[in-house]
């Protein structure tokens, strides 16, 4: 939710050294589920020839409703916003030629049985990782699995 985290840079990073530009909304001022949906929707993309979404927490649930309309070639989610309360999806359609859902034992916001669930309906690799729900303490591990991800998509 916060544009240009510790994340994000380490990402932006990543990216950039693949070829691709980083952008990195700003949420701050809008914590509804849907209206994130909306502002990302809004943003003009057309200048990218091939598109990644990439989202964590709430993030993660906006782009992958995002992605029935965008259509990236990739969708990298980190411990994503599956199936809480007062988040009014629960049936999801991702669209992408690729994805990977990476979640943390220790979540306590949001449960890895929600990962589960999600991956196992779409046929989507989930990895577990030692950590809590801001995964920061395995961040150079995601970092290596984002650039693994870049490598290997079609």
């Known amino acids: 939710s916060t ?10 990073e990543v990216a950039k050294r693949y070829g691709y530009d980083f ?3 700003d949420y701050r001022l809008q914590s509804d589920p849907e209206e994130r ?11 990218y020839g091939e598109c990644i979404l990439i989202g964590s927490s ?8 995002a992605s029935e309309t965008i259509k990236p ?10 199936y809480l309360p007062g988040y009014p999806r629960t049936d999801f359609h991702p669209t992408a030629a690729r994805t990977l859902v ?3 034992w220790q979540d306590d916001i949001v449960l890895p ?10 046929s989507i690799r989930l990895n577990m990782v030692n950590a809590d ?3 920061l303490s395995e961040l150079p591990y995601l970092t290596e699995e984002f650039e693994r991800f870049l490598r290997t998509l079609p």
Request: glycine residues 8%; aromatic residues 12%; contains cysteine.
């Open 3 to 12: 544009p240009w985290s510790e994340k994000s840079l380490a990402f932006a």
């Open 23 to 25: 952008e990195s909304p």
């Open 37 to 47: 949906i909306r502002q990302l929707l809004a943003m003009d993309l057309s200048a």
């Open 58 to 65: 709430m993030g993660g649930y906006v782009a992958t409703v």
């Open 73 to 82: 070639h990739g969708l990298f989610l980190l411990a994503p916003a599956f």
């Open 102 to 104: 990476i979640h943390g």
């Open 113 to 122: 049985g929600n990962s589960w669930m999600f991956c196992q309906k779409h």
């Open 133 to 135: 729900h801001r995964l």
